[in-house]
């Protein structure tokens, strides 16, 4: 191969690798907040997430994360993230009116905005910004989670569920790899897939995603092979198995999540309402 050639394909390919590494959605410091969020450790996960959004004021992965912070602190405080809400469809239509704290929901459409305008402005330079797109699809998920289970808005949650499953499609084309972005879609597909049938023609004439199977499909690479969202995936799947009379495979996924995250109660709730195996 003459040496040129050779020079322009080492040029071509560090391009590519530094191009891949600037688009990586993989930060340890945010993880480490995230992981925080799933054991029930909200403060020490705003704390973590301050100190990384000094250092990367312009990254909007670090205020959509902490408006997560906020969403799941909240949710915890008003259990509304058990699963027999989710698993009973009465239980869950006739819940109680919840009363979220003010302060909170303060700071957390701060955060989402915070958020949307840093990812905004990241996408006006390049529509294709990993991070950014990422960070749309999780402030419109959690947008929707804020409006359907704590305001009890079930068409505005929708419409937020729709927009957000936009820049999920954008962000799986701009990175393939990009697993936690199956989530939402996962979401979308799998819980309007139980509603009943007329509703879900509807749904689907109005563009909605409403297929079963391919909910769980993606909730599953999520929860294989995703990162931030991978441990909130297994827990769907853990509620999807419930509901599909299968406990032995619920038992298993919050087992595996109760030893990963001692300190959440709720999975330790979640297995002591399990039958118990026959020994």
Same mark, same amino acid.
């Given at each position: ?36 969020? !799933? ?44 699963? $027999? ?6 239980? =869950? ?14 700071? =957390? ?53 729709? $927009? ?14 990009? =697993?936690?972005? !199956? ?43 995703? !990162? !931030?969202?991978?441990? =909130? ?47």
């Amino acid at each position: 191969m003459p040496a040129r050639l050779s020079a322009i394909l080492v040029l071509l390919t560090s391009i590519g690798t530094a191009f891949a590494n600037d688009t990586n959605l993989k930060s340890d410091e945010v993880y480490s907040a995230w992981l925080q969020m !799933y054991d029930l450790k909200f403060d020490e996960a705003h704390l973590q997430l301050a100190r990384w959004q000094e250092t990367h004021p312009d990254d909007s992965l670090g205020p959509a994360s902490d408006a997560a912070a906020y969403l799941f602190s909240e949710l915890t405080r008003l259990g509304s993230l058990e699963s $027999a809400l989710f698993v009973d469809d009465n239980r =869950f239509t006739n819940r109680k009116i919840l009363d979220p704290d003010p302060k909170v929901k303060i700071s =957390f459409n701060e955060r989402i905005e915070q958020a949307d305008r840093l990812a905004d402005a990241a996408l006006e330079i390049s529509n294709v910004d990993a991070r950014a797109l990422f960070a749309k699809t999780l402030t419109h998920g959690l947008r929707a989670d804020y409006v359907a289970l704590i305001d009890g808005r079930g068409v505005k949650a929708l419409s937020y569920t729709k $927009a957000g499953r936009v820049y999920a499609e954008r962000l799986l084309a701009a990175d393939p790899q990009a =697993f936690d972005a !199956y989530l939402g879609p996962g979401v979308e597909n799998y819980l309007l897939s139980l509603k009943p049938i007329a509703l879900r023609v509807l749904l689907r004439l109005t563009g909605s995603q409403v297929d079963r199977e391919a909910g769980l499909e993606k909730l599953e690479k999520t929860a294989s092979q995703g !990162y !931030y969202l991978e441990p =909130f995936a297994k827990l769907l799947l853990a509620v999807a198995a419930l509901r599909d009379s299968q406990p032995e495979k619920a038992r298993g996924i919050l087992e595996g999540l109760h030893q990963r995250f001692p300190d959440n109660e709720l999975y330790a709730l979640e297995l002591s309402r399990l039958p118990s195996t026959t020994q």
